[in-house]
């Protein structure tokens, strides 16, 4: 049975709060876990949610600012203590390479795991070896180097069960449609797959933090089934916003609506909003789908397919 949803870690900007832990994000993926953005105190949230280790398969950073990546060193030393038995992918702005490497190497452990860093120099398709996805970047705009995530199923089909009975197809022959594309049936007549099936569309999540508007926001959310996007301001700070490069909950919420997103994750709020109620307000003025103000170690489930 597949599981797809997404473990909520921390949802802090800059510096944790008492009610909010520095960001950290775990998208699980049928067999895959995908870490994003591992702030400070990820480690113990990951104790917390009930995730472990061994579910790590890929990490992801979108930017060397602390609330983003200061976790990274715990996650990569707990990754050896436990003796993940598979390879991690680690993704990250080529431009950092040195924050990385400092990170990984910040005090002396024993290596146990094969940690793959995959330094992204450019915007595109990115090596995701053995997933069953495609994996995406698109570049951000901050004060440094940022690149936000995209992941891409391929499409699938979906059997019509009543078109299958119409053709009298049924049993070990269904499957054999499936694999071959075409059957021949005994009275002579030959079926094709796209008679009696449809294109099931394969699902496609992003994940956008700190940056302004841009063009790479567009291109992240468009089409997502879940975007997991940074609301660290509202509308009447949207010149702090500017200044530091992020994103009023209304700026988010329009680049949901245009981009056909289904549902939407608000997430790393500044420290100056305890309260989320005018977040919501804001984002639902301009996008009527499924809105989510993230919660830390909150699990949000990806929409059907």
Do not use: K
């Amino acid at each position: 049975m597949s599981l797809r949803e997404l473990v909520v870690l921390g949802t802090a900007s800059q510096v944790p709060t008492r009610h909010r832990n520095h960001n950290g994000y775990l998208l699980r993926w049928d067999g895959e876990g995908l870490l994003f953005d591992p702030g400070e105190g990820t480690q113990r949230q990951m104790l917390h949610a009930g995730v472990s280790a061994t579910d790590v398969t890929r990490i992801c950073v979108t930017h060397f600012h602390g609330d983003h990546s200061l976790g990274l060193a715990g996650i990569v030393q707990r990754l050896n203590l436990d003796r993940v038995p598979h390879p991690v992918d680690c993704y990250f702005p080529a431009s950092g390479r040195h924050f990385f490497d400092r990170l990984r190497h910040a005090t002396a452990f024993h290596e146990t795991v094969e940690l793959r860093p995959r330094p992204i120099a450019s915007a595109g398709p990115l090596e995701a070896p053995g997933s069953p996805f495609r994996l995406e970047a698109a570049a951000l705009s901050h004060p440094v180097e940022s690149f936000g995530y995209r992941l891409v199923e391929p499409d699938g089909r979906r059997m019509l069960p009543e078109r299958l009975a119409a053709a009298g197809i049924l049993g070990p022959d269904v499957g054999r449609l499936q694999r071959e594309g075409r059957l021949a049936l005994p009275d002579g007549r030959v079926v094709g797959l796209d008679e009696v099936s449809e294109t099931r569309r394969g699902q496609r999540f992003a994940f956008v933090m700190d940056t302004r508007m841009c063009e790479g926001v567009a291109a992240l959310a468009d089409g997502a089934d879940m975007l997991v996007i940074e609301a660290t301001f509202l509308s009447s700070d949207g010149g702090l916003a500017e200044d530091h490069g992020h994103l009023t909950a209304a700026q988010a919420a329009r680049a949901a609506a245009e981009g056909g997103v289904r549902t939407l994750v608000l997430t790393h709020f500044s420290q100056r909003y305890p309260d989320l109620d005018a977040h919501l307000t804001e984002a639902r003025a301009h996008f009527d789908g499924e809105i989510v103000l993230a919660e830390d170690l909150s699990r949000v489930p990806l929409p059907p397919r």
